[in-house]
C-alpha cells in the first residue's frame, strides 16, 4: 500500500517533466516563414464563350436567267469587281432582231400619230381614230421596252463591289435557267452569328464587344462588336442566335470559318489576391492576413478567376497583407516570419553554431 503514493508521485514528475521539455521545445522552435503581399484591385470581367461562323457581309450567287450560252465573261478567279461591272454576257442575236424589230414599229407608229394630230388640228379625221392612234404608239413603245429589258437581263451585272468566287465555267458554255454564274462576297467587315443559351440573354446587349479567335491564326485575337439579336429562340437548343459585325480591312477571316467567341460582360475594378491564397472549406473560403507578426483567417467572398488571380468581392480591405506562400502551415493566431532578407539571415544560436563549427 505504502508503495502506491510513491508511484503517483513518479507518474506526476514524469508528466510535469514531459510537459517542460513540450514547451521548452515549442519555445525553441521557430515560427514558420511565410510569403505575402498587399491586396491589390485589378480589372475583372466576366466572359460568355460560344463557337460561331463567320458570313460575309454581303454574299450572292449570281445566276443564268435564262438557258443561253454565255458569249463573254468579265472576271478572273478570285478577282475584284466593282458595282455594276459586267461578269458574264449572254446570246442576244434574237433578243436584238426583236428590239430591232419593234422600235421599227414604235416609230412608224409614233409618225402616223403626228400627222393625225396635224388633220385633227385642221378637222380632217376624228377623236376617236387620233385616240386609236395613241394607244398604238404607246404599245409600240412598250413592246420595244420590254425587248430591251430582255436582252438587259443577258448581261449579268455585280450587284455591289466584292470578291468573286474560282471560275467554274467558260465562254462558249450553255448555263441553264437558275445555273450559277459566279458568287460574290463583300469581305470589308465579317458577320459572325453564334449561339447564346437564353439563360445569359440578360448579360448581353447590342453594343457589347467580343473577341473572336480562329484555328487560322491562333495569335490574333479579332474584336468587334454585338449588332444584332435574334428575337425569336430556338425551341430544341433554348439559345438565340447573336449577330456580330468585325473589320476585316485585311479579309484575313473568310466566310464559313469557324471562330470560338469571348464576350466581355460587367466590366469591374475589385480586390484581388493569388489564387493561392485562398483556402476553401465546403462552400465557405477564407484567406490568412498577417497582422502585428500574427496570422489571423478570415472569411471571404470571392468572383471570377483572370490571369492567375481571384476576386475578392467582401471580407478584405485594400492594402491588408494576405500570406501568398504557406497558407497550408497557418492556423488562426499563429505567429509567423515574413519572408525577407531580414528573415534570411541565421538566429543566434545558429550563428555561435557555425562560428563554432569553423574554429574547430
Do not use: H
Not at 521545445?25 to 491589390?40: C, D, F, I, T
Not at 439563360?199 to 479579332?222: H, K, N, V
Not at 465557405?284 to 502585428?292: A, E, G, H, P, T
Amino acid at each position: 500500500m505504502r508503495s502506491v503514493p510513491k508511484l503517483m508521485v513518479s507518474v506526476v514528475l514524469l508528466a510535469l517533466a514531459t510537459c517542460s521539455a513540450g514547451e521548452s521545445k515549442e519555445k525553441g522552435r521557430s515560427p514558420p516563414l511565410v510569403k505575402a503581399e498587399a491586396a491589390s484591385t485589378m480589372r475583372f470581367v466576366e466572359r460568355i464563350e460560344a463557337v460561331g461562323t463567320a458570313r460575309a457581309n454581303e454574299q450572292v450567287t449570281l445566276s443564268a436567267p435564262v438557258t443561253e450560252r454565255i458569249i463573254r465573261l468579265g472576271f478572273d478567279d478570285g478577282a475584284f469587281v466593282e458595282r455594276g461591272q459586267v461578269v458574264a454576257v449572254l446570246a442576244q442575236g434574237q433578243e436584238a432582231a426583236q428590239l430591232s424589230e419593234v422600235q421599227a414599229r414604235s416609230r412608224e407608229a409614233q409618225r402616223q400619230l403626228e400627222r393625225l394630230q396635224a388633220l385633227k388640228a385642221r378637222g380632217f379625221t376624228t377623236q376617236a381614230a387620233l385616240d386609236a392612234q395613241v394607244a398604238q404608239a404607246a404599245s409600240a413603245r412598250a413592246q420595244a421596252a420590254q425587248a430591251q429589258a430582255t436582252i438587259g437581263d443577258r448581261v449579268v451585272r455585280a450587284p455591289f463591289s466584292g470578291w468573286v468566287s474560282l471560275r467554274n465555267i467558260s465562254p462558249g458554255a450553255v448555263v441553264n435557267a437558275g445555273g450559277e454564274i459566279a458568287t460574290v462576297s463583300d469581305l470589308s467587315s465579317i458577320k459572325l452569328d453564334f449561339p447564346v443559351p437564353e439563360t445569359m440573354l440578360s448579360a448581353i446587349r447590342p453594343g457589347l464587344t467580343i473577341e473572336a479567335r480562329s484555328a487560322a491564326y491562333p495569335d490574333q485575337p479579332f474584336r468587334g462588336q454585338i449588332a444584332t439579336i435574334d428575337p425569336v429562340i430556338d425551341p430544341n437548343t433554348r439559345a438565340v442566335t447573336v449577330r456580330a459585325r468585325l473589320p476585316n480591312p485585311d479579309r484575313r477571316l473568310k466566310p464559313g470559318m469557324l471562330l470560338t467567341v469571348g464576350i466581355e460582360t460587367v466590366p469591374r475594378l475589385s480586390l484581388s489576391v493569388p489564387e493561392l491564397a485562398v483556402v476553401g472549406e465546403g462552400d465557405s473560403r477564407f484567406v490568412y492576413i498577417v497582422d502585428k507578426g500574427q496570422a489571423k483567417r478570415l472569411q471571404v467572398r470571392t468572383g471570377v478567376r483572370s490571369a492567375g488571380r481571384i476576386e475578392v468581392i467582401e471580407g478584405l480591405r485594400p492594402g491588408q497583407q494576405v500570406v501568398t506562400e504557406g497558407v497550408v502551415k497557418l492556423s488562426d493566431g499563429m505567429k509567423v516570419r515574413l519572408a525577407g532578407p531580414e528573415n534570411a539571415q541565421p538566429q543566434k544560436g545558429q550563428a555561435k553554431a557555425a562560428a563554432s563549427g569553423k574554429g574547430s
